[in-house]
């Protein structure tokens, strides 16, 4: 069940700079689209997350950029910081009855001080 | 507002045992969800709840998995008996439901060693 495909596997950014993620989905009946971050030991928890009628959401130094027609979508995590090492996951939920999470792989992300 | 609780935090069993971990959800969540989460992987979606049915368990292994949810509330998953590629964080999950935003909240989660 590979529905959601996130990029890249690890990432490795200096402190200040722009982390990007990355998330590719198959299934067109997908209208939620959250990213969680998680820390080692601990459950994912939610960070952002977006609706297909906007191509944009900002919250704090984390925006997701929504491609509806390319059917990905990004995290983008603005002057990065060492405390925002950690894993981070896209996720897809459908509109049925049943609203199933699929997450993607997960990104490794670490922040050089 | 209290989260997801789960126990037990660790355990190590051997091959072919039985285990059994257990998950209390967020106060008037109606959607429960088990996730088996392998080193260096996403969650994968075991068995989703809603209320107390199940709404899908297409990927829950069920010659030795077996999970319920008494009353609409808690929630136990079992795994017997148990094989070395079961050795995974096994994370519970709620959220409000149909109706609500969508937004899942998780337990810190149990950590199977199998051996």
């Known amino acids: 069940q590979q529905q959601v495909k996130q990029s890249p596997q690890s990432l490795i950014v200096q402190k200040g700079g722009i982390s990007i993620i990355n998330c590719a989905y198959e299934?067109?009946?997908?209208?939620?689209f959250p990213w969680y971050q998680q820390f080692p030991g601990k459950g994912p928890a939610l960070l952002i997350a977006i609706r297909p009628d906007v191509s944009e959401k900002k919250e704090g130094r984390f925006t997701i950029s929504f491609n509806k027609s390319a059917k990905q979508f990004s995290l983008h995590i603005m002057d990065s910081q060492p405390g925002d090492s950690a894993t981070y996951f896209c996720a897809a939920k459908g509109n049925n009855a049943g609203n199933m999470l699929t997450f993607g792989g997960g990104t490794r992300l670490m922040v050089k001080p | 507002e209290a989260g997801v609780a789960q126990s037990p935090r660790y355990k190590i069993i051997e091959k072919r045992q039985s285990v059994a971990f257990w998950c209390n959800p967020i106060?008037?969540?109606?959607?429960l969800y088990w996730y088996q989460q392998i080193l260096g992987q996403g969650p994968k979606l075991l068995i989703q709840f809603q209320n107390n049915g199940v709404v899908d368990d297409s990927q829950l292994p069920k010659d030795r998995f077996s999970a319920e949810r008494l009353k609409g509330v808690d929630s136990t998953l079992k795994i017997q008996p148990a094989k070395l590629e079961d050795s995974a964080v096994y994370l519970c999950a709620s959220s409000l439901g149909p109706r609500g935003s969508g937004e899942a909240f998780f337990g810190q989660g149990t950590r199977l060693t199998v051996v």
């Open positions: 106060s008037g969540h109606a959607t």
């Open positions: 299934n067109t009946a997908f209208d939620y």
